[in-house]
C-alpha cells in the first residue's frame, strides 16, 4: 500500500511538474489549428455544395415553371411530357414536387398523396405573389424551394389583365434530399477524424521530445543543486543551456558564495570564540598554579596574582557579555525599544562617561552639536553604538591626540560623525572590520582589553535602526565612521 502511494504521488508529481504543462501545452497548440481546420474545410464544403445545389435547381425549376405554362399544365394535368420531366426531378433527387394553382389547390404531387387538397403557407402566399424562396434544412438534410409559375414578361404582356401587373398562375414546391452531401461529409469526416488521430498521435511524441529537451537543462540544474546539498561537492555550478537557466544558476552560486563565506564565518567564529574564552582561563590557571607551587607566598606576591587573576576574570566577563549582546540582537533584529530621546543630551551622557579613560591616554574628546536633534529611537542600543565608536577611537589613538564626535541631522535623518587622530585602518583590513573577533592589530588589541566584538555589535545595532554605517579611514592618518540613523526607527 505505501509503495502504490509513493508511485500515485510520484504521478501527481509529474502532473503538476513544468514539464507537464509544456507537454500539454504543444498538444493544445499543435490539436486546436487542425481541429479548426477540419470544422473550418467540412463547413465550407457543405455551405459550398449547397450553393451549387441550390443554384442547379433552381435553374431547373425554372424552366420546368415555363412548361407548366407552355403546357397549360394547371388546368389539364394529362401531359405525358411535363409528368416525365416532374418524376424525373422527384427521382434524381430523391425529392418531392407539388404543383398549386392559383386558388391554394394542389395540382399535382409526385408522391400521389396531396393531389385536389388546399394548401396554405407563407411559401405558396409569397409565391403567388411572385417572390422565389429556398432553405436548407440541415438537421434533416433537405432543400426546399418556392418557385412562382408565370411566363416571360415577353409573353405576358399580351396575357395580363391589367397594365404594368405581371400575373403569377400557381405556385412550385420542391423538396429534394441532399443525402449526396450528407454522405460525403461524413466520408470527408471520417477522414478527417482519422488524420487527426494520426496528427494527435504525432503531435503527441513531438511534446514528448520537446518537453523533455526543454526541461532538460532545469534537470541538470535540479542534479546539480542536490549534489551541493548532499555535500558531494561545493562547487559553482554551470548550466549556460538558456537564458533562464544562466540567471537560475547565477543566483543559486551568489546563494552558494554567501553560504561558503558564512560557513567560513561560522568556522572562524567558533575557533576565536574557543580561543578568546580560552586565554583568560589559561591564564588564570597559570597564575593560580603558581601561587599554588609556592610554600609560604608572601601576601603583596599574593595579591599581585590575584589582580592579575580578578582582571582575567573581569576579561572574560567582557567577552561573554559582548557575546550575549550579539547574540541577542541577532535574535531579535526587528526588536526596539524605541522612544522619543535627546541625542544631545545622550551623546553628552555617554561622553561624560569615557571622558575619564580619554584622560588616562591624554586623548581630547570633542563634541559639536550643530542643531538639537530629537528622534525616536532604541536608547539603549544608541548608547552602545556611540560608546563602542567613541571607546575604539580612544583606545586606538595616539599621545596628546583627539576624538571629535558631531551631530547634525535633517528632515529624515540625524548623522553622528565620530574622528580620531589615531593610527588608522589600513585599506586591506577595512571589509573586514565588522566581522567578529576580528582586529586590525592583534596584540594591540589584547593590551588594551578589545575583545574584537565591539564593531560588530555597533554594526548590528545601527541595521535595526535601519540605518548605514560607513568608515574613511588611511593608516597613520586616523579614522572617520559616519553613522546615519532615521529620525522614527520604527
Known sequence: MFFRWEAIKDRL??????????????IIVGMIPSILMRYGILENYENRAVSVRTSEVQ????IIANHLITYNYLQDTSSPVINAELEQLSNLYNGRVLIVGNNLKVVKDTYGISEGKTIISEEVVKCLYGESMSDYNEEDGYLQFAIPISLPVSQEDIQVEDAGEEKVHGAMLVSISCDTILKTMEILNNK????????????????????????HPLDKVTQAISEVTLGYTDELIDVPDYVETV??????????????????????????????????????????????????????LYREFMEDIATEIDRENKIITDLLSLVKMDKTQSELEVSEVNMNELTEIVLKRLRPIARKQDVEVIFESIRPVKATVDEVKMSLIISNLVENAIKYNTENGW?????????????????????????EAQER??????????????????????????????????????????AGKGTTFIVKIPLTSK
Do not use: C, W
Open 13 to 26: 508529481k509529474f502532473f503538476r511538474s513544468l514539464r507537464m504543462r509544456i507537454f500539454l501545452l504543444f
Open 403 to 427: 576624538v571629535r564626535v558631531v551631530l547634525d541631522a535633517d528632515h529624515q535623518f540625524f548623522t553622528l560623525t565620530i574622528s580620531d587622530s589615531g593610527m588608522g585602518i589600513p585599506a
Open 59 to 62: 435553374t431547373q425549376l425554372k
Open 192 to 215: 478527417a477524424n482519422t488524420m487527426q488521430i494520426l496528427m494527435l498521435i504525432v503531435i503527441v511524441g513531438i511534446a514528448y521530445i520537446m518537453s523533455a529537451l526543454m526541461v
Open 247 to 300: 540567471h537560475i544558476v547565477d543566483a543559486f552560486n551568489k546563494l552558494l558564495r554567501r553560504m561558503n563565506v558564512l560557513d567560513n564565518s561560522r568556522q572562524e567564529f567558533v575557533s576565536n570564540v574557543s580561543h578568546e574564552l580560552k586565554t583568560p582561563i589559561t591564564s588564570m590557571k597559570v597564575l593560580a598554579d603558581s601561587l599554588l607551587m609556592q610554600e609560604n607566598v608572601p601576601a603583596e
Open 433 to 474: 572590520i565588522y566581522e567578529r573577533f576580528y582586529r586590525v592589530d592583534k596584540s594591540h588589541s589584547r593590551e588594551i582589553g578589545g575583545t574584537g566584538l565591539g564593531l560588530a555589535i555597533t554594526r548590528t545595532a545601527v541595521l535595526m535602526h535601519r540605518g548605514s554605517i560607513q568608515l574613511q579611514s588611511e
